[in-house]
Nanobody, 116 residues
Framework: QVQLVESGGGLVQPGGSLRLSCATS????????MGWYRQAPGKQREFLTA???????NYADSVKGRFTISRDNAKNMVYLQMNSLKPEDTAVYYC??????????WGQGTQVTVSS
């Protein structure tokens, strides 16, 4: 059974940094594109960034220059480094595994709160 498990969320002050991690099953990691989304209270889930199986990345304008996605194929892990955090970054952050021909998978989410 495929599982995505996020970790690394928490409370951080504005301007601070956090690194989120997503552990994945080895059966999907090598061929799936991996991404991060977030959902703030009362808002729709928002795409943030993705990295293909080949390592190409793309970012939403809202996080470009502040967030960095990476993947460690040897460890079946994907990371989201978040810098210069703002209160509006407060949300539940979700890891996503996407393949053009198969179903998507989602993690359970990890809470990130940016507040002084």
């Amino acid at each position: 059974q495929v599982q995505l498990v996020e970790s690394g969320g928490g409370l951080v002050q504005p301007g601070g940094s956090l690194r989120l991690s997503c552990a994945t099953s080895g059966s999907i990691f090598s061929t799936y594109d991996m991404g991060w989304y977030r959902q703030a209270p009362g808002k729709q889930r928002e795409f943030l960034t993705a990295i293909t199986s080949g390592g190409s990345t793309n970012y939403a304008d809202s996080v470009k220059g502040r967030f960095t996605i990476s993947r460690d194929n040897a460890k079946n892990m994907v990371y989201l480094q978040m810098n210069s955090l703002k209160p509006e970054d407060t949300a539940v952050y979700y890891c996503n595994a996407h393949h053009a021909f198969f179903r998507d998978y989602w993690g359970q989410g990890t809470q990130v709160t940016v507040s002084s």
